[in-house]
């Protein structure tokens, strides 16, 4: 049996959003910047299809710029705001310490540019809390960001509080939304997010296309110059086929969004509760509060490497974390970040789940991990070793 359980990291493309891109393919392909008639009409589908994002995200069609992702979209929102707050004399800026390394590696940028970063601590309860926010703005802040979900571990962060006090604060909001949209209910007015990443192929739409949300009133730095695609906010021609299979995996997703994180919170609950058997684990993140296809664990005595080579032999497809560093071999910052000691942090597993996954797929994982656990702790002399008293347990 093969078992997709690596949704996290990329998502199979919907039948809703390959037929999408077919007619910018063949009827559609027109520049849309282009004056002539068929350029017109691929305008005309690149504004229809940024209306239909801007109404699933509940902000105006001209507060949605089209990105190559959402790395492309954290930097430039990241970006923008030090710069804006830079003239004003605001260097300070909020995240937190498990984020992607698009926001991190953005933020070490800047720091060498001069700017102050507090990145908030997340080791009680595996996540940060609105009130950690308010106490870490000072007058010279410029920016908080946070994701709204963590893309190892699964816990959501609380965006429509921390949003509230960012603005009574004045402070601008970025929320790192990517593992989320698609699968939370979200409203960037009603929630108070100022600006969003978001990226297609984490909710069944192509790779290679994202989108920024940025509210009205906030000036945007370019990352890229050229053209005056993007309302001259970012250059290159707008990737329409992808912008249209984006939008309608999205439409997709919201539409049945309660009843698809109802079917995969249950596939979901059923792994927490079976993989939990297994002697010396534990869960990371929040055991309710959490994406609900995410499943994250480490065991002790192990290597994640190992554990995922064997599970692939068992034809499932998993991860030990994000897969933009899949190829490192140093632990997780994220689960550093919650407190897991190298040790413990380098057996890690994440299965990541979907509406396509199956109950049968969910028993075939729960006969497989553990078999594959007791299998790796048979050839460990780590484990030996915590067996006979040499070593002690952590988990």
Not at 80 to 89: E, F, T
Not at 113 to 128: A, P, Q, R, S
Not at 257 to 272: G, S
Request: contains cysteine; negative net charge; hydrophobic residues 40%.
């Amino acid at each position: 049996m093969q078992v997709y359980a690596d949704n996290a990291a990329t998502t199979r493309m919907s039948a809703a959003a390959i037929g999408a891109m077919m007619p910018c393919f063949e009827e559609f392909y027109g520049n849309p910047s282009s004056l002539h008639s068929i350029g017109q009409q691929a305008k005309e589908v690149l504004e229809d299809a940024r209306s239909r994002m801007a109404a699933l995200l509940g902000c105006e069609p001209r507060e949605i710029y089209f990105t190559s992702g959402g790395s492309e979209a954290d930097n430039q929102a990241i970006i923008s705001a030090a710069r804006l707050g830079a003239r004003k004399g605001k260097k300070h800026i909020i995240s937190t310490a498990f984020e992607h390394h698009a926001v991190l590696h953005t933020l070490n940028r800047l720091e060498k540019e001069g700017f102050e970063i507090t990145l908030l601590d997340v080791k009680e309860g595996h996540n940060i809390t609105a009130a950690q926010v308010k106490d870490a703005i000072r007058e010279d802040t410029c920016l908080v960001t946070t994701m709204y979900a963590n893309n190892e571990i699964g816990s959501i962060l609380p965006i429509p509080e921390i949003g509230a006090i960012c603005k009574e604060a004045g402070v601008p909001f970025h929320t790192d939304a990517v593992q989320a949209v698609g699968h939370i209910a979200i409203n960037v007015k009603e929630q108070n997010i100022d600006m969003l990443s978001l990226s297609a192929h984490k909710f069944h739409g192509p790779k290679g296309v994202g989108a920024l949300y940025c509210r009205r009133g906030l000036m945007l730095t370019n990352l890229i110059d050229g053209g005056a695609q993007e309302r001259g906010k970012r250059a290159g021609t707008e990737n329409l086929p992808g912008i249209c299979g984006m939008v309608a995996a999205l439409e997709e997703a919201v539409a049945h969004l309660e009843e698809n994180a109802a079917k995969v919170t249950a596939m979901r609950d059923r792994l927490i509760t079976g993989l939990s058997q297994i002697p010396h684990c534990a869960l990371n993140g929040d055991a309710v509060n959490r994406l609900p296809g995410n499943v994250s664990f480490c065991f002790e005595g192990i290597e994640g490497e190992s554990l995922l080579l064997l599970l692939d032999m068992y034809g499932i497809s998993a991860s030990s974390g994000s897969a933009c560093t899949s190829g490192d071999l140093d632990p997780s910052h994220v689960l550093l970040a919650i407190g897991r000691v190298h040790d413990v942090a380098h057996g890690s597993l994440r299965l990541s789940l979907s509406h396509y996954n199956t109950d049968a797929e969910i028993d075939h994982i729960l006969a497989s991990v553990p078999a594959v656990v007791e299998q790796l702790r048979g050839m460990s002399p780590v484990w030996r070793d915590l067996q006979i008293g040499k070593r002690t347990y952590i988990l």
